[in-house]
């Protein structure tokens, strides 16, 4: 089956950057998006970035768009969360998903998650 697990998270002061990877194993073949989530406590779980992984622009939500950027390596069979101008609105935790269909940001178009990574920005 497939799987996927989050790291990179932990503590970094407001305007750093940090990198949070996904490492996916399993029938990777069968993978159309990745795409990274995230949730802060008492909160509904958001969506952040998504990118197909065959190619095409890639989806950010308005909150992080132009700070964040979601890359993939297909030869580390890994994808990439670049968070840069990092806020303390940005502490969550970080999910990686992936969907087998051409998905966007909702969460039932994603058929696998990570268990999450903690991200905490604060001075």
């Known amino acids: 089956q497939v799987q996927l697990v989050e790291s990179g998270g932990g503590w970094v002061q407001p305007g750093e950057s940090q990198r949070l990877s996904c490492a996916v194993s399993?029938?990777?073949?069968?993978?159309?998006?990745m795409a990274w989530f995230r949730q802060a406590p008492g909160t509904k779980r958001e969506f952040v970035a998504a990118?197909?992984?065959?190619?095409?622009?890639?989806r950010y939500a308005d909150s992080v768009k132009g700070r964040f950027l979601i890359t993939r390596d297909y030869a580390q069979n890994t994808v990439t969360l670049q968070m840069n101008k990092l806020k303390s609105e940005d502490t969550a935790v970080y999910y990686c998903?992936?969907?087998?269909?051409?998905?966007?940001?909702?969460?039932?178009?994603?058929?696998?998650w990570g268990q999450g990574t903690q991200v905490t920005v604060s001075s």
């Open positions: 990118v197909i992984w065959g190619g095409g622009s890639p």
């Open positions: 399993g029938p990777t073949v069968r993978m159309t998006t």
């Open positions: 998903a992936a969907s087998s269909q051409y998905a966007g940001d909702l969460e039932r178009q994603y058929d696998y």
